[in-house]
């Protein structure tokens, strides 16, 4: 390492779906501390080290072909906000707090509620092959049940079911 | 024509492309129209715009040309008259509305 790059660290952190809010409040409390995310990647995040600042950081769900991702990402940062990076379909950005005020990324409730449909329709699609795969019994040949590989998918289906029911417990509360 | 009520922020997006906007300068004027009231979410215009050029009320100009990464958006005809007829039902709403409580006023002053 060059003395001129600056300090990085990297965190393992699991945050399920329907705790980005904790997700974000935790990239803020980094970011109060001086470590500020400048990388981020399934379960792992990497913080380059600066000055203490108050940042205000919020995740998005959007998957895009790549011109309307351009766009997309044009009229967030037009709107104040720094991209910082995307994980599958979240994208992470972040502002100063005391500019955070009216900069929200969903004016209304009904295109917030878009952001959880659609994060609903990619667990979904997510699950279907799983799913499929678990109810027609093809995982339950002999020598896959003798495996420890059968709980591994056992708990990431168990999850994916666990996250379609929170994200569908969400939207019914904003929608009630 | 007819069609459903537009909601508040729709009906801004499509006052404000009285001229030609990308995204940015849709949010800036639907605040100045709006007299500071409508603040978009870009977010929420990037979803809105996306339905309203699947509605074909907006097309974007540029389209097929080199565009960098702001596209810009405008009115298309039917667009316009989607508009024209929200603001048709807009003003009759004001004219029940004032007739209501015209009425209102009137059983008020004197009582029967």
């Keep these: ?25 935790w990239l803020q409390s980094m970011s109060a501390k001086g470590w500020h995310l400048k990388h981020v990647s399934f379960l792992s995040y990497v913080f380059e080290k600066g000055s203490p600042q108050d940042y205000t950081y919020t995740l998005d769900f959007r998957i895009e072909v790549s011109t309307d991702m351009q766009e997309y990402l044009a009229m967030i940062e037009d709107s104040g ?5 995307r994980m599958g379909g979240w994208q992470y950005f972040r502002i100063a707090t005391d500019k955070a005020a009216g900069a ?19 667990l979904c699609l997510s699950a279907l092959p799983l799913f499929t795969l678990l109810l027609t019994g093809s995982l339950s040949r002999p020598g896959l049940t003798e495996t420890p590989i059968i709980y591994v998918i056992y708990a990431v289906a168990a999850l994916i079911g666990y996250s379609i029911i929170r994200m569908l417990v969400l939207i019914l509360h904003y929608t009630r | 024509m007819s069609h459903e009520a537009l909601s508040e922020p729709s009906f801004y997006i499509l006052l404000s492309l009285s001229e030609p906007l990308h995204g940015y300068g849709i949010i800036k004027n639907s605040e100045r129209l709006s007299s500071g009231r409508v603040i978009l979410g870009a977010g929420t215009l990037y979803g809105a715009l996306g339905k309203m050029m699947k509605k074909k009320w907006i097309s974007q100009p540029g389209q097929g040309a080199k565009q960098g990464r702001r596209k810009v958006y405008e009115l ?18 004001v004219k029940h509305g004032q007739q209501a409580l015209a009425a209102i006023r009137e059983l008020n002053d004197d009582p029967v």
């Design chain 1, 81 to 85: 906000w720094q991209h910082i990076g």
């Design chain 1, 104 to 122: 929200e990324i969903y004016s209304d409730l009904e295109s917030l509620l878009g952001k959880y449909w659609r994060v609903l329709g990619v």
């Design chain 2, 76 to 93: 298309t005809d039917l667009g316009k008259d989607v508009l024209e007829s929200e603001v048709v039902r807009l003003r009759q709403l």
């Design chain 1, 1 to 25: 390492m060059t003395r001129s790059e600056k300090k990085t660290t990297r965190k393992f952190r699991f945050f399920a779906v329907w705790r980005e809010g904790r997700e974000a409040l």
